[in-house]
């Protein structure tokens, strides 16, 4: 996972800027003391840096490309990053960057249509809103959530309580004796 960590960092310098800075980039991750300790006891961080590497890689295509298999891939790779390690959760910003990124071109008409409905007396003028450009990377964001759920609980099963699929709470609380009883209440204080 370290080499493919490197691989993926080269893809990801090649993809934004050029073939050189992927090189050199990848060169100087091959280097890094605390990359190659990891790599050395087999520890979970391996995982972890693949896959948020792969949550930036694809986040970037969703930034410049947007297909669907870019979220489907961000997703993926979100999904498994978090079943490694939850302390990775901060990487869903990457994605949540990237949508709003790929819906940025959007935002200028959206305002002017704003404000034209806040003062119609106004005269601004500005082009129609490309719903398309909201609606679609916005969609795609949310399938990648779905995703990454998805991948989350089928490789990370002992994060839930039960044996069903979707078994995240158990639910053990009846109201009239545990909620509105004396015994209760007492067992709400801190």
């Given at each position: 996972f370290d080499t493919l960590t490197v691989l993926l960092v080269y893809e990801l310098g090649r993809f934004l800027y050029n073939r050189h800075v992927g090189l050199?980039?990848?060169a100087?991750?091959?280097v890094t003391v605390l990359?190659?300790?990891y790599a050395h006891f087999f520890g979970s961080e391996t995982f972890v840096a693949?896959?948020?590497?792969?949550v930036v890689y694809f986040s970037a295509r969703i930034w410049k490309r947007g297909?669907?298999?870019d979220y489907t891939g961000a997703g993926i790779a979100l999904g498994l990053a978090i079943a490694c390690k939850l302390s990775v959760l901060p990487v869903l910003l990457v994605i949540a960057v990237a949508v709003i990124m790929r819906m940025a071109p959007a935002f200028p008409s959206l305002y002017y249509r704003a404000l034209n409905a806040i003062d119609p007396h106004a005269i601004r003028t500005g082009e129609a809103v490309d719903w398309r450009r909201l609606i679609i990377p916005a969609l795609g964001g949310v399938g990648s959530l779905?995703?990454?759920g998805l991948m989350f609980r089928i490789f990370q099963p002992?994060?839930?309580a039960g044996p069903g699929f979707f078994d995240v709470f158990r639910w053990d609380l009846d109201l009239r004796?545990?909620?509105f009883s004396i015994s209760g209440l007492l067992h709400l204080e801190p």
């Open positions: 050199l980039a990848a100087l991750l091959s990359h190659l300790q693949f896959f948020a590497t792969a297909d669907w298999w779905l995703i990454a002992y994060a839930f004796t545990d909620l």
